[in-house]
T-cell receptor
Framework: GAVVSQHPSRVICKSGTSVKIECRSL??????MFWYRQFPKKSLMLMAT?????????EQGVEKDKFLINHASLTLSTLTVTSAHPEDSSFYIC??????????????FGSGTQLSVL | AQTVTQSQPEMSVQEAETVTLSCTYD???????LFWYKQPPSRQMILVIR??????QNATENRFSVNFQKAAKSFSLKISDSQLGDAAMYFC?????????????FGSGTRLLVRP
């Protein structure tokens, strides 16, 4: 089946540094990718939607300059947490939407990235 | 705005027994999709089952079935013959049919414990 690879799975960084998280669709073209944030024992909160070749659409309350999203190709989207602070520590999950046939559209999730900012 | 509510933070079931997880949602749309996702300790989100709102027949996937009550805006998940591997967080999710972006709205989740 289709696979979405998310890397790294875990990252620890110092406050003030930037961290990049990659999300790749391995065997399908992802027309749209989504970035979620999940706090411990909480639900997934959508941060932004990215379409290949265009600017990401951010959800209300999400800082565009803090969470930079780039969707440069149909198989790769990146989330960069800029000038990370301890409050940015969280579990980040990407998902990718692909078309399989005329009307068969599916969504696949990456395995997530645990970010810890010291 | 659409909302999804899961009122059971945690449920427990004996292995081989049946358990039902509750989900209610609020929407003014008539066409939409509803989903149940499973998040095991690995934290990988796995699609369990999907229901199209225009279909009256309840979706089933092996041991998993739903009770979709459109008028009541209720979408419960029944797990039959529970197995230890079913232990996980379960999230109910909603998506507008006419939303070309495929944006999902998730409930707060229910943690399912399976007792051996």
């Amino acid at each position: 089946g289709a696979v979405v690879s998310q890397h790294p799975s875990r990252v620890i960084c110092k406050s003030g540094t930037s961290v990049k998280i990659e999300c790749r669709s391995l065997d399908f073209q992802a027309t749209t990718m989504f970035w979620y944030r999940q706090f411990p024992k909480k639900s997934l909160m959508l941060m932004a939607t990215s379409n290949e070749g265009s600017k990401a659409t951010y959800e209300q309350g999400v800082e565009k300059d803090k969470f930079l999203i780039n969707h440069a190709s149909l198989t790769l989207s990146t989330l960069t947490v800029t000038s990370a602070h301890p409050e940015d520590s969280s579990f980040y999950i990407c998902s990718a939407r692909g078309m399989f046939g005329t009307r068969d559209e599916k969504l696949f999730f990456g395995s997530g990235t645990q970010l810890s900012v010291l | 705005a659409q909302t999804v509510t899961q009122s059971q933070p945690e449920m427990s079931v004996q292995e081989a027994e049946t358990v039902t997880l509750s989900c209610t949602y609020d929407t003014s749309e008539s066409d939409y999709y509803l989903f149940w996702y499973k998040q095991p300790p690995s934290r990988q989100m796995i699609l369990v089952i999907r229901q199209e709102a225009y279909k009256q027949q309840n979706a089933t996937e092996n041991r998993f079935s739903v009770n979709f009550q459109k008028a009541a805006k209720s979408f419960s998940l029944k797990i039959s013959d529970s197995q230890l591997g079913d232990a996980a967080m379960y999230f109910c999710a909603y998506r507008r049919l006419r939303d070309s972006s495929y944006k999902l709205i998730f409930g707060s989740g229910t943690r399912l414990l399976v007792r051996p």
